[in-house]
């Protein structure tokens, strides 16, 4: 499985937008898929998963009521979308898979330990 993020870029603090993470090499029945983000100087960091279905969610509190993620499983692709975006949100945003049912274990895919495949990471840069 390949996994391919884009979307990233330079926003203003306030701005939108939204990233992307396609995958290919087989249809991702029953994976959740992930982001994480790292900045400079700190720890990669669990943002947001949704399961299969699309009807389970899960966020960090850094980024409830402003980041929505959602899936299109015809396009077998992931689209967070990010608003009101603060300086402190600037970080490299890396998608993930990980096989199971987001439902039973929300705590399980808020680790790295969570998910099998990996994309390679978009930068987001959010200006003051």
């Known amino acids: 499985v390949q996994l391919q993020a884009s979307g990233g870029g330079l926003v203003q603090a306030g701005g939108s937008l939204r990233l992307s993470c396609a995958a290919s090499g087989r249809t991702l029945s029953n994976y959740v898929m992930g982001w994480f983000r790292q900045a400079p100087g700190k720890e990669h960091e669990f943002v947001a998963a949704?399961?299969?279905?699309?009807?389970?969610?899960a966020y960090a509190d850094s980024a409830k009521g402003r980041f929505t993620i959602s899936r299109d499983n015809a396009k077998n692709t992931m689209y967070p979308q990010m608003n009101s975006l603060k300086p402190e949100d600037t970080a490299v945003y890396y998608c993930a898979a990980g096989r199971g049912d987001l439902y039973y274990s929300t705590s399980y895919y808020t680790r790295d330990d969570g998910y099998n495949y990996w994309g390679q990471g978009t930068q987001v840069t959010v200006s003051s």
């Open positions: 949704i399961n299969w279905s699309g009807g389970t969610t």
